[in-house]
């Protein structure tokens, strides 16, 4: 039984030495290491504490002082909940005092660690739902750390980090490459109707990729998405060299009005897609060659020549094929005029439609968002850290030349302020 006369932290350090001298081969080291961390924390909080006490009243644990103010009073019992479980605690009580003690501490330490509730917001968006984290949460007696409710509270972090993106200053990134695509998710409990939720993302100048936007679009209509493209211009993002889109009419009308400096590719997978779709399954190889021939043509003089054999060899037979490619042939090409090795790399949104895949995983959990605002945050929340992993596209000397040339070519404002120093002669890339 303990002796309550010792002050809590000597409870403490025999309770650590009783662990150390009962040490046992069945005992494993991985139990130790957790009794000892909880422990360790424990003994830390308690003695600040403690400390607190004994400034305030101008006297230690049993000692007495002629000026002290008040008397110790005992220990409340209270609880923390960390990451490593819960934590027993024992606040000292002061009577008699003139002004009542409050300990300064407290306060910021009283609710769960920064730890634990970073824990629980990366489950969530992890896949985990609100009951999985209340099970998983548990401390080695059972009890529940975080319930389903305080998850929730903590996960409304999220709409306050998605809020701040969406004002996030642009006026800083020097954008080369925009691509844009959506995601349908059912955003309303009673409706079965899925809505749209644009993705816009770039690639920098110095090689970085970043995500720009992501909106809800209700649809990919010339209307929302022109708001969506203007917001971009409102936070300050100048024009890029390129942006890549789908097919979409409404989207297309709404990015040569918002960005009518800018070239126009269309997403190469999707257009191919479409084109293959309407051959038979025996022909497929071979004009997927024949698409190669005019869409990876070393310079767009070359790509309309092979485009113009493309349509004569394959009219006759595949005429809705033919159609489909050449309908809105110049902007399957405009890549051609970005710098070489960039090619492949901004002929498709490929990128943020596997992000959607991580996205869709975990949406899965929830198949049907209860509001606007809970399906918002959880799709921000996916994106955005998959965002971290991307690898960045390297820029040498060369490709910044090229890609300040192509800018005067487009005629885009103050090109003479974006300067190549001789510092980017080498390849870099920022992550």
């Known amino acids: 039984m303990p002796n309550k006369r010792l002050p809590p932290t000597k409870r403490i350090d025999n309770e650590i030495n009783a662990l150390r001298y009962n040490l046992g081969e069945d005992v494993a080291p991985k139990d130790v290491f957790g009794k000892l961390v909880k422990l360790a924390m424990r003994r830390i909080v308690q003695e600040v504490l403690e400390n607190e006490v004994s400034e305030f009243t101008g006297r230690d644990y049993y000692k007495h002082a002629e000026e002290a103010q008040g008397h110790r009073n005992g220990y409340e019992h209270s609880t923390l909940r960390t990451g490593e479980g819960h934590l027993d605690v024992l606040r ?3 009577r008699n005092t003139a002004v009542p003690f409050e300990s300064q501490t407290w306060p910021h330490i009283k609710k769960n660690t920064q730890q ?3 824990m629980a917001v990366e489950m969530y968006v992890g896949g985990c739902s609100t009951r999985d984290i209340e099970d998983l949460l548990k401390d080695e007696h059972g009890r ?13 972090t999220l709409w306050t980090e998605y809020q701040k993106f969406c004002k996030q200053c642009l006026a800083g990134l020097d954008v080369a490459y925009i691509f844009v695509d959506a ?4 955003l ?3 409706k079965s109707r899925s809505e749209a939720i644009v993705v816009v993302w770039g690639i920098l100048t110095n090689g970085a990729k970043v995500l720009l936007s992501i909106r809800h679009g209700n649809k990919e209509s010339f209307e929302n998405c022109l708001e969506i493209f203007r917001d971009l211009k409102k936070r300050g993002m100048k024009d890029p060299v390129l942006g890549t889109t789908d097919g979409a009419p409404g989207m297309t009308k709404a990015f040569e009005r918002a960005f009518p400096k800018t070239l126009r590719q269309r997403c190469l997978f999707h257009k191919k897609g479409n084109i293959l779709s309407k051959v038979p399954s025996a022909i497929i190889s071979e004009m997927k060659i024949d698409l190669n021939a005019v869409y990876y043509a070393p310079d767009q003089k070359t790509a309309r020549r092979n485009a113009k054999e493309f349509s004569l060899k394959h009219r006759a037979q595949y005429l809705s094929a033919v159609e489909c490619f050449e309908d809105d042939f110049e902007a399957c090409i405009q890549h051609l005029r970005c710098p070489a090795k960039h090619r492949r790399h901004i002929t498709t949104t490929n990128l943020v439609e596997r992000s959607f895949g991580e996205e869709n995983r975990r949406s899965k959990v929830i198949p049907r968002f209860f509001t606007e605002k809970s399906g918002l945050k959880l799709i921000y929340a996916v994106l955005i850290r998959v965002a971290k992993r991307w690898n960045a596209l390297k820029f040498t000397f060369d490709e910044q030349a090229q890609i300040l040339a192509l800018r005067h070519d487009l005629k885009h404002d103050a090109v003479k302020e974006r300067t190549i120093t001789k510092t ?5 890339a920022l992550s």
């Open 424 to 428: 980017n002669r080498k390849p870099y």
């Open 116 to 118: 634990l509730e970073h």
């Open 188 to 190: 309303r409990m009673f």
């Open 144 to 156: 529940i750390l975080l319930s389903r409710s305080g998850v929730s509270r903590l996960n409304e």
């Open 92 to 94: 000292p009580q002061v």
């Open 183 to 186: 995601v349908y998710e059912p």
